[in-house]
């Protein structure tokens, strides 16, 4: 009886260790997930899908350099539709069932308004790589969001200096009727009278809906209010929409300042082709052929290669950020979300589109648009290419910490 | 004054586009007694086959106005002898429904041939470039787009009026029982004029193409609107069509201008209006319960 | 015109004569395991499907209101979504600005769902058939509008978002911020409004009702205000949909225009016919049915609106009664 018992607590105590053992080792080989929130359908999924492109380049190639921590990464997108309701869902979704470990993601700022204050039930990282909206690290900010990309603030302080420079007086817009379109015109109004307090911002704008499809009536109207700049937030399929009715119309011949403040997306420079205008201002941001370092190169160099086409600034994105996460996690020694999610305040590491750091007030990256001319097509991408170029330094576009209203 | 007369002619070209998918929406419901919920869907195939035609095939516009709403006909006159004519005189709620789930199937069928995203035709050379009128200027193509419009009215009326296979469907509309007896080949007569309605919706489809984004919602979007449009003109009703995508038409382009703060709302407005106040619509006759 | 294929009132009454005392108890008793399941859920199921029983929950509260003006008193509504969407906004406001207990959110959302169906139905009933169904459909994208243009209310497209889960109310210290204890909470909810609602049903309003659905005239020709009971029932159904709309908004963090768009008004006839508007608990089932192929559907292929429409169009040729309506029949046949 005793001699029975003490084998079976002998295999019991072998068992206990192997598993002590093997466990660890399991745990090792467990493959590191990261869930991605796109717009994959609709008249904005090629951006999705471009991002998609990126994620797979960074993962791909961090695999093949060993992974992360001796591990390898995973990723699994889900479609957010444009919907912050959705989104929600997909983020339960990837978080509670597919059990990711980090999100990345949002082409929207009306989901990045919804998802961002769900984040702490979530408890897991966010990088926001496109999704512009100055609340997501501004009033809503919270420990677990960050954004690696260019937001409002910073591209419109941008767009205000081209657009002081330009000359022109009477300023209006044409934006999508949701937080992107209005808060591009508030930010944008307010830093050109800061430069130059004679311009003139005009009552008479335009804010069709998003994923409208006739332009027609709000550019007669904007035309009949005879402006000299208009500043044009429309994005993604409606701006390719846009820019053709716009042409037909006879906006493009007018005597004015145009700036599109995502006009240099690769995404609709090549749906457009020539179609694009030359001569606008095309603001992104990124922009493949404005940095000249060498992990910029060699990105530029293999998403060539495997897509045939010029990364987009979501494509760069969504890359940086998967970059940014194996920084973290490595500054971390492991993927666990919450030290991951100290680890990535305050990080700095290498992006394509310079050095990045998150900054601890509010996780921002400050990082700062491009911007430049509709110039001449270039026949082996089939886009239009931007010449002059003026690049934007982080540092001359963020505002402060305070002027966010973010308190961490 | 120009203004106006630019928010007239944007009304006008809207206002074709709608009436081209209304019209086939009402001789289906007057020879099948069914709203064509999959309406929408025929005419977004059409756009779709013109981008396949004209995009990826390189043909040019021309034929493909020919041969895309040809192969969107053939494919409604194969759903209607499988699928749709199991619920003949049933209750007018399960054709709503059955067409509606044709209209799932062939939205999720769109994405999954082209998928996800938008795409461009671009207008024939013939037509792009813009004229002047009335102190506007005004693209080529729209112009055109108003025109066929037009044609495409004389032509249905010409057809149902003046023809014998014009009468011959107007009987079946009538009586279908009655034109049997007479040696009427009724259940082909059905046919024939669903697949007719399909490639009147497709032709709206290739004329849209080149003046919209063909993306997988245009189905969803086109069909409301016709909705709108055969619910303000009455159902069934051929000048009915005509008189509401007009109404339409000019809600759209005179309330996007001039009133963009409830240019949303107004169709609806308008549609409960005249529900309210008409529920045959303006030139409508009643409906079979 | 005789709805006879999809009436509850028909095989109901002669089921009953045929089954076995056996089955009275049966009913009761499966009904009461279930419950009892269902709220033991989060102890045994994986994480993930607290949210999506609480979903299913939800959704079938919705369509089950919906099979009130549907399957009982035969009338399709193409709108129902714009009640749903009324609850949805009034508890994400109350919540955000008021801050109040969440019971009374859900009580205001009744009312204002109450009150919008009180306008819309008084001005719908008085049609017929596809003009109902059309009327309904306007007006559910009327409000779908006003929502999306009405910025400094509604705040647009981007609906209400960040409002916060304080405290239930009524004295209970519940933790509404923990899905398990959301879920629980929705469960107590729709159970008591899914009771309340077969009460009506059983009463002879409900028996009026499905009258009414049969055939009207005969009704009218009694000397019944057929009118005055279609609007009744527009009514009810408004209130219990605004009660789903009321959950659905802090479930998701979010309320939007699209809550209220005609798509959305498409889900709960979705799941009637899906269930089978015969029996009282089909539209239940259609929701679980609806959300559960959609969540295993979805892990494999994005293109599960295919299998839907296939789903839809084979029920609608042949499964009038839906899935649940089909198996019932069989089963009390026998």
């Given at each position: 009886m005793a001699k029975n018992f003490f084998a079976l607590f002998k295999s019991g105590l072998v068992s206990l260790l192997a598993l002590a053992v093997l466990l660890p080792q399991a745990q090792a080989q467990q493959p590191i997930r990261l869930g991605g929130i796109f717009i994959m359908s609709g008249a904005a999924s090629v951006y999705g899908k471009f991002a998609q492109q990126g994620i797979q380049l960074a993962v791909d190639e961090i695999n093949a350099a060993g992974g992360v921590l001796g591990r390898k990464l995973e990723f699994r997108i889900e479609d957010s539709q444009g919907k912050a309701d959705v989104a929600i869902q997909a983020a339960r979704k990837l978080v509670f069932q597919d059990r990711v470990d980090a999100l990345l993601g949002l082409d929207s700022s009306g989901v990045a308004t919804g998802l961002v204050p769900v984040m702490p039930e979530l408890r897991r990282p966010l990088i926001i790589t496109h999704a512009a909206t100055p609340d997501a690290t501004g009033k809503l900010c919270n420990r677990y969001t960050f954004r690696i990309s260019v937001n409002v603030n910073q591209n419109m302080m941008a767009a205000a200096h081209v657009a002081a420079d330009s000359g022109a007086k009477r300023w209006t817009t044409i934006g999508p009727d949701y937080a992107f379109g209005h808060q591009s015109w508030e930010y944008f109004s307010k830093y050109l009278k800061e430069l130059k307090p004679d311009v003139e911002l005009m009552k008479e704008t335009a804010f069709p809906r998003f994923g409208n499809e006739d332009f027609t009536p709000f550019i007669n109207s904007v035309m009949a209010a005879e402006p000299d700049g208009v500043l044009i937030s429309v994005w993604g399929g409606d701006l390719v929409n846009f820019v053709r009715q716009a042409r037909n119309l006879g906006f493009f011949d007018r005597d004015m300042q145009v700036l599109m403040t995502v006009g240099a997306a690769t995404e609709v420079l090549s749906a457009l082709g020539e179609d694009m205008p030359e001569g606008v201002w095309l603001g992104t941001r990124y922009w493949f052929d404005a940095h000249d370092n060498p992990v910029n190169q060699a990105f530029v160099k293999a998403y060539m290669e495997r897509y045939k086409t010029p990364p987009s600034y979501n494509a760069e994105g969504a890359y940086a950020a998967v970059y940014a996460y194996k920084a973290a996690m490595e500054k971390a020694g492991s993927a666990d979300p919450e030290k991951v999610t100290e680890a990535l305040s305050d990080l700095g590491f290498q992006a394509p589109n310079g050095e990045i750091s998150f900054r601890?007030?509010?996780?921002?990256?400050v990082v700062g648009p491009t911007w430049g001319r509709a110039a001449a097509m270039n026949s082996d991408y089939g886009i239009r290419m931007l010449d002059p170029v003026r690049s934007f330094k982080g540092e001359d576009v963020t505002p402060s910490v305070e002027e966010t209203g973010c308190r961490l | 004054m120009p203004s106006i007369i630019a928010a007239l002619l944007n009304s006008l070209d809207i206002a074709m586009l709608l009436f081209v998918i209304a019209v086939g929406l009402n001789i289906i419901f007057g020879v099948l007694n069914i709203i064509n919920f999959a309406h929408g869907g025929l005419y977004m195939l059409g756009a779709y086959f013109t981008y396949t035609l004209v995009g990826r095939l390189g043909l040019p516009f021309w034929p493909a106005l020919l041969l895309a709403p040809l192969a969107v006909a053939a494919i409604a006159a194969v759903l209607e002898r499988l699928v749709l004519y199991r619920v003949y005189g049933r209750h007018v709620t399960d054709s709503l429904l059955l067409t509606f789930a044709l209209l799932l199937i062939i939205d999720e069928g769109v994405r999954m041939i082209w998928g996800s995203g938008i795409h461009v035709v671009r207008p024939p050379e013939l037509l792009q470039g813009r004229v002047n009128f009335a102190g506007v200027s005004y693209p080529l193509y729209s112009a055109f787009v108003i025109t066929s419009g037009v044609v495409l009215l004389a032509a249905l009326w010409a057809l149902f009026n003046r023809t014998r296979i014009g009468r011959v469907v107007r009987a079946a509309a009538i009586d279908r029982d009655m034109a049997q007896t007479i040696g009427i080949n009724v259940p082909a007569v059905v046919t024939g004029v669903f697949a007719f309605g399909a490639w009147i919706a497709a032709i709206g489809g290739v004329v849209a193409a080149p003046m919209r984004a063909i993306d997988p919602g245009m189905g969803d979007k086109i069909i409301i609107e016709s909705f709108i449009v055969v619910v303000i003109g009455g159902l069934g009703s051929f000048p009915g069509a005509l008189l509401g995508a007009l109404v339409l038409g000019l809600i759209h382009g005179f309330g996007g201008r001039y009133l963009p703060q409830i240019n949303l709302v107004l169709p609806y407005i308008g549609m409960a209006l005249v529900l309210l106040w008409r529920p045959h619509g303006l030139l409508g006759r009643r409906a079979a319960a | 015109m005789n709805r006879n294929a999809s009436a509850p009132s028909a095989s109901v009454a002669a089921g009953a004569a045929a089954r076995p005392s056996g089955w009275r108890l049966a009913v009761p008793l499966s009904l009461v395991l279930l419950l009892a399941v269902l709220a033991a859920l989060p102890s045994f199921a994986p994480y993930f499907y607290i949210f999506v029983v609480t979903e299913i929950l939800i959704m079938g509260l919705f369509a089950a209101s919906f099979n009130l003006i549907f399957g009982y008193t035969g009338m399709l509504s193409f709108g129902h979504a714009a009640f749903f969407g009324m609850g949805a906004y009034t508890t994400a406001m109350l919540l955000l600005h008021v801050e109040l207990p969440l019971v009374w959110a859900l009580l205001a959302s009744m009312a204002t769902a109450a009150l919008l169906a009180l306008v819309i139905g008084f001005l719908s009933v008085r049609l017929s058939e596809v003009y109902f169904a059309m009327l309904t459909l306007a007006f559910g994208m009327m409000v779908y509008a006003v929502a999306h243009q009405w910025r400094s209310l509604t705040?647009?497209?981007?609906?209400?978002?960040g409002f916060l889960l304080r405290d239930f109310g009524l004295g209970l210290d519940l933790q509404l911020a923990d899905p398990a204890v959301y879920y629980r909470v929705v469960l107590a909810v729709v159970a008591i409004a899914a009771a309340v609602l077969y009460l009506i049903t059983r009463s002879s309003f409900g028996l009026m009702l499905r009258a009414i659905s049969e055939n009207p005239e005969r009704v009218a020709f009694c000397g019944i205000d057929v009118r005055r009971h279609r609007l009744a029932a527009f009514v009810i159904a408004g209130l219990f949909a605004g009660l789903a709309g009321a959950l659905f908004a802090p479930f998701n963090r979010v309320a939007s225009p699209d809550m209220l768009h005609w798509s959305q008004s498409a889900e709960p006839v979705l799941m009637t016919i899906l269930g089978g508007a015969g029996y009282f608990l089909g539209p239940f089932f259609g929701a679980a049915m609806f959300v559960l192929l959609e969540t295993w559907i979805t892990s494999y292929t994005e293109h599960w609106m295919l299998f839907l429409g296939i789903a839809l169009a084979l029920l609608v040729m042949f499964f009038r009664r839906g899935v649940l309506g089909t198996l019932l029949d069989r089963m009390l046949r026998r």
């Open positions: 601890a007030g509010d996780h921002q990256a | - | 705040n647009g497209s981007d609906g209400i978002t």
